[in-house]
């Protein structure tokens, strides 16, 4: 199993989504900003990484709002998704195809990764 680490990042009553590259897995579909967590890496150490990585923010982690497992054909993903807010930096697309900050009412506009369907389904009853 690999373990995904990803955000869940509030601006008032907007949350940012981002569109995975073309080439990669899952590719075109939106998820929260993440990725896997290297071997020796904590959670939270690896979401740190990830965004520095794809978005060039530093992340102020909180709490987990949810965790799912999910199998791809090619692999099965136990992913963790982290409250956190940007302490530093404004997001910018190093990696992502297309970054946006969408409302609860706007999620069935987008195509998401299968893993995170369930998690916005918790987002939806929480809102
Ligand atoms: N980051 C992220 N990944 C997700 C989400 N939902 C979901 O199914 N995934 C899947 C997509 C990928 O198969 C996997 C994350 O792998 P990744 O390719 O983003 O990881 P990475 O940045 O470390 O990339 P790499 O080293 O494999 O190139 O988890 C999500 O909301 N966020």
Redesign the pocket.
């Known amino acids: 199993m690999?373990e995904?680490?990803?955000a869940l990042i509030w601006d008032q009553d907007k949350f940012m989504i981002c569109q995975?590259p073309a080439h990669?897995?899952?590719g075109l579909l939106w998820?929260?900003?993440?990725?896997?967590v290297e071997p020796g890496e904590a959670k939270e150490q690896a979401l740190i990484r990830?965004c520095q990585e794809?978005l060039a923010i530093r992340l102020d982690i909180g709490e987990v709002f949810m965790d799912v497992i999910?199998e791809?054909p090619d692999?099965t993903?136990h992913?963790t998704?982290f409250h956190a807010t940007i302490q530093e930096g404004i997001p910018q697309k190093l990696e992502h195809a297309d970054i946006r900050w969408i409302s609860v009412d706007e999620i069935d506009q987008y195509a998401?990764?299968?893993?995170?369907v369930e998690?916005l389904r918790k987002l939806k009853d929480a809102c």
């Open positions: 690999t995904v680490v990803a995975r990669k897995a899952r998820e929260f900003v993440g990725g896997k990830e794809e999910h791809y692999l993903v992913l998704l998401f990764c299968p893993a995170d998690i």
